[in-house]
């Protein structure tokens, strides 16, 4: 063995000591996490315990009287017989046919009732159970689209869409089923497995003993198993969720794909991936789907030992040891070992939800923004209405998105009410990372932003945001009528106003094109033009006609004739209004009040755009190759 070899042998050995460690802190937690979400359920889950009692009662208490029901057949097709006991110790004649008739009945009614009395029990528990997890998982899906709104956008920047759509989906789907089987079928195997227990020893001690010995070699290994198979599952949830992303990010990247006829690349890259979880779920499965041939080989095993046990017995002619005794004992066998494989199965269940419900109750217990719900509403007068001159001021902003790389190191900047103010400069320069940290999606690491003479900070994020109309570069239509959105989130929107809002978008053509016009229901928002939904999410900034505008890159989808348009329209919305234009047409900026010329997270450069262009320095550079190439 040379040393690479052995280098992997420890790595592995580890990761595997890592995992063990890893899967008892999952197993604490996701407890703790059900426990808290489903108390609410706890009297339902006691009248299911209760259904389960009582179903363990009449299945354990079945057996005795076929015990009794097979002395009576046995004895009376016994020729030796004059008299035979029956039901409830009556005496009959061996001849009497209709007295033995009358016995069967009422032992074949009493089995019917018993066994008809278990399985609707058992009805009722699985019904509660079923119920009860499936509101669990309403709740925990609840929890988890609220949670997604609380928390930063700094969480997003670190997971992939499909790892987090896998933990609301499949996830939260698979700690509900395993609610659902595992302690229904847990609670019901323990009292089966004390009930069939008691119940052997009470029938026969010898062969209640013989069918113990069976229990060490059934117990070693569904341990063996377990240990095995709960780092598989917990892999394979992981595995899940990155292959999930997988898929999302090449249904977004069809186009890009197929321009560079990458489709090989791709296909390779996620038969990898597939073939990784393909494995992990093999190993999950082998190590979980053995417990049960040998669980029902031990069992046979089991049978034998009390046919042959038993056969000594009646040969020896113990006091009370009948063929009914036997009878009973190989549904008592049943009834004691079939716990144990359910059992077995039940922790499989268990370690699927265990997995499932680490990273459920992971999103579930990540750190979410600040509460500041406390604050005071900043922009409001003596009688309630939102009072916002509109100037902005910079003090000495720094930030980072982690601690490898400082975004904006140092900028300050001061703009008074209503000036149009156009941020420009190369990519990565952090003209977008401003416009983020001005609306509170990210938290300054240093320095302040106040509007109006006060911190964000000491304003609610709902308010500063409720003061902002935003124009994204990346633009978003949701399924739905083009009225809704349009009038997305704002209340009171007249007829009126989104007429004017579709006029000055140029949108009025489009409209009359849809068939039912406004009420037209986009299906998905890839079925319009990139240009179209440009129009519309301006359209929808018109709408909710804010006091401050934030504008990145509001024409970039939108030919060269739309533009001169979007920006006729853009300079009556941004007139008397503090607006802040992310540019990289330059052109689209001339008319601005002041231009920040960003590098680095740095203000280099400012003024109007004449004033810029005669200093000859970057901003003219910028302005001229863009000129040139156009």
């Given at each position: 063995?040379?040393?690479k070899?052995?280098?992997?042998?420890?790595?592995?050995?580890?990761?595997?000591?890592?995992?063990?460690?890893?899967?008892?802190?999952?197993?604490?937690?996701?407890?703790?996490?059900?426990?808290?979400?489903?108390?609410?359920?706890?009297?339902?889950?006691?009248?299911a315990?209760?259904?389960?009692i009582?179903?363990?009662?009449?299945?354990?208490?079945?057996?005795?009287?076929?015990?009794?029901?097979?002395?009576?057949?046995?004895?009376?097709?016994?020729?030796?017989?004059?008299?035979?006991?029956?039901?409830?110790?009556?005496?009959?004649?061996a001849?009497?046919?209709?007295?033995?008739?009358?016995?069967?009945?009422?032992?074949?009614?009493?089995?019917?009732?018993?066994?008809?009395?278990?399985?609707?029990?058992?009805?009722?528990?699985?019904?509660?159970?079923?119920?009860?997890?499936?509101?669990?998982a309403?709740?925990?899906?609840?929890?988890?689209?609220?949670?997604?709104?609380?928390?930063?956008?700094?969480?997003?920047?670190?997971?992939?869409?499909?790892?987090?759509?896998?933990?609301?989906?499949?996830?939260?789907d698979?700690?509900?089923?395993?609610m659902?089987?595992?302690?229904?079928?847990?609670?019901?195997?323990?009292?089966?497995?004390?009930?069939?227990?008691?119940?052997?020893?009470?029938?026969?001690?010898?062969?209640?003993?013989?069918?113990?010995?069976?229990?060490?070699?059934?117990?070693?290994?569904?341990a063996?198993?377990?240990?095995?198979?709960?780092?598989?599952?917990?892999?394979?949830?992981?595995?899940?969720?990155?292959?999930?992303?997988?898929?999302?990010?090449?249904?977004?990247g069809?186009?890009?794909?197929?321009?560079?006829?990458?489709?090989?690349?791709?296909?390779?890259?996620?038969?990898?991936s597939?073939?990784?979880?393909?494995?992990?779920?093999?190993?999950?499965?082998?190590?979980?789907?053995?417990?049960?041939p040998?669980m029902?080989?031990?069992?046979?095993?089991?049978?034998?030992?009390?046919?042959?046990?038993?056969?000594?017995?009646?040969?020896?002619?113990?006091?009370?040891?009948?063929?009914?005794?036997?009878?009973?004992?190989?549904?008592?066998?049943?009834?004691?070992?079939?716990?144990?494989?359910?059992?077995?199965?039940?922790?499989?269940?268990?370690?699927?939800?265990?997995?499932?419900?680490?990273?459920?109750?992971?999103?579930?217990?990540?750190?979410?923004?600040?509460?500041?719900?406390?604050?005071?509403?900043?922009?409001?007068?003596?009688?309630?209405?939102?009072?916002?001159?509109?100037?902005?001021?910079?003090n000495?902003v720094?930030?980072s998105?982690?601690?490898?790389?400082?975004?904006i190191p140092?900028?300050?900047a001061?703009?008074?009410?209503?000036?149009?103010?156009?941020?420009?400069?190369?990519?990565?320069?952090?003209?977008?990372?401003?416009?983020?940290?001005?609306?509170?999606?990210?938290?300054v690491?240093?320095?302040?932003?106040?509007?109006?003479?006060?911190?964000?900070?000491?304003?609610?994020?709902?308010?500063?945001?409720?003061?902002?109309?935003?124009?994204?570069?990346?633009?978003?239509?949701?399924?739905?009528?083009?009225?809704?959105?349009?009038?997305?989130?704002?209340?009171?929107?007249?007829?009126?106003?989104?007429?004017?809002?579709?006029?000055?978008?140029h949108l009025?053509?489009?409209?009359?094109?849809?068939?039912?016009?406004?009420?037209?229901?986009?299906?998905?928002?890839?079925?319009?033009?990139?240009?179209?939904?440009?129009?519309?999410?301006?359209?929808?900034?018109?709408?909710?006609?804010?006091?401050?505008?934030?504008?990145?890159?509001?024409?970039?989808?939108?030919?060269?004739?739309?533009?001169?348009?979007i920006?006729?329209s853009?300079?009556?919305?941004?007139?008397?209004?503090?607006?802040?234009?992310?540019?990289?047409?330059?052109?689209?900026?001339?008319?601005?009040?002041?231009?920040?010329?960003?590098?680095?997270?740095?203000?280099?450069?400012?003024g109007?755009?004449?004033?810029?262009?005669n200093q000859?320095?970057?901003?003219?550079?910028?302005?001229?190759?863009?000129?040139?190439?156009?």
């Open positions: 063995m040379n040393r070899e052995r280098k992997a042998i420890n790595n592995t050995r580890k990761q595997q000591k890592a995992d063990k460690k890893m899967t008892k802190e999952q197993m604490k937690s996701t407890i703790k996490g059900i426990m808290s979400s489903g108390s609410k359920y706890m009297p339902w889950i006691v009248v315990l209760i259904c389960i009582g179903m363990v009662v009449l299945s354990i208490f079945a057996p005795n009287i076929l015990s009794d029901f097979t002395n009576l057949i046995t004895n009376y097709s016994n020729p030796s017989k004059t008299t035979i006991e029956g039901f409830n110790g009556v005496i009959i004649n001849g009497d046919s209709k007295a033995f008739m009358e016995n069967v009945g009422i032992y074949g009614g009493i089995l019917i009732g018993l066994y008809a009395g278990s399985a609707v029990l058992g009805y009722c528990a699985s019904f509660i159970m079923t119920s009860v997890s499936q509101y669990f309403k709740d925990l899906r609840t929890a988890m689209s609220k949670k997604i709104n609380r928390l930063p956008l700094s969480y997003f920047d670190t997971r992939q869409y499909g790892d987090i759509l896998s933990v609301v989906t499949n996830d939260i698979q700690l509900g089923q395993s659902q089987q595992s302690i229904s079928m847990m609670f019901q195997s323990i009292f089966t497995l004390i009930g069939a227990l008691i119940a052997m020893f009470v029938t026969s001690w010898q062969m209640a003993i013989t069918v113990l010995c069976t229990l060490p070699l059934m117990i070693a290994f569904m063996f198993a377990l240990i095995l198979a709960n780092p598989q599952f917990i892999r394979r949830q992981k595995k899940l969720g990155e292959i999930e992303g997988e898929v999302e990010e090449t249904y977004n069809q186009l890009v794909i197929k321009a560079f006829n990458a489709q090989d690349k791709t296909n390779a890259a996620f038969e990898k597939n073939h990784e979880l393909k494995r992990t779920m093999f190993l999950a499965e082998i190590c979980g789907g053995t417990m049960q040998f029902s080989l031990i069992s046979y095993v089991a049978y034998a030992a009390v046919f042959v046990t038993g056969g000594l017995l009646l040969n020896a002619q113990v006091a009370g040891f009948t063929y009914g005794t036997i009878t009973a004992f190989m549904i008592y066998i049943n009834l004691f070992q079939s716990p144990l494989s359910q059992i077995a199965q039940a922790l499989n269940q268990m370690q699927m939800g265990v997995a499932s419900g680490n990273r459920v109750f992971e999103f579930l217990g990540a750190k979410e923004q600040e509460n500041d719900s406390n604050l005071p509403s900043v922009f409001e007068d003596k009688n309630g209405k939102e009072v916002v001159k509109g100037a902005v001021e910079f000495h720094n930030f998105y982690d601690d490898s790389r400082v975004i140092d900028f300050s001061s703009i008074k009410p209503g000036m149009k103010v156009a941020i420009v400069g190369p990519t990565g320069a952090g003209k977008t990372t401003l416009v983020n940290l001005l609306m509170r999606f990210y938290e690491n240093g320095g302040s932003i106040s509007i109006d003479g006060i911190p964000t900070k000491d304003m609610q994020r709902k308010e500063v945001r409720d003061v902002f109309g935003m124009v994204l570069q990346d633009t978003w239509v949701f399924a739905g009528t083009l009225r809704e959105n349009l009038v997305y989130n704002t209340p009171n929107v007249t007829d009126e106003q989104i007429q004017q809002a579709i006029h000055d978008a009025v053509h489009y409209v009359r094109t849809l068939p039912g016009g406004l009420d037209y229901y986009i299906e998905d928002g890839n079925t319009i033009s990139g240009g179209q939904r440009q129009l519309i999410t301006i359209a929808r900034a018109m709408i909710k006609n804010a006091p401050l505008l934030i504008l990145d890159e509001a024409t970039s989808n939108v030919d060269t004739r739309t533009e001169e348009k920006e006729e853009m300079d009556r919305l941004t007139k008397g209004r503090t607006s802040f234009v992310i540019a990289h047409r330059l052109s689209t900026i001339r008319n601005a009040d002041l231009i920040l010329v960003m590098r680095d997270g740095n203000i280099i450069e400012q109007t755009h004449d004033s810029l262009m000859n320095g970057f901003y003219a550079s910028l302005y001229n190759s863009q000129f040139s190439m156009e």
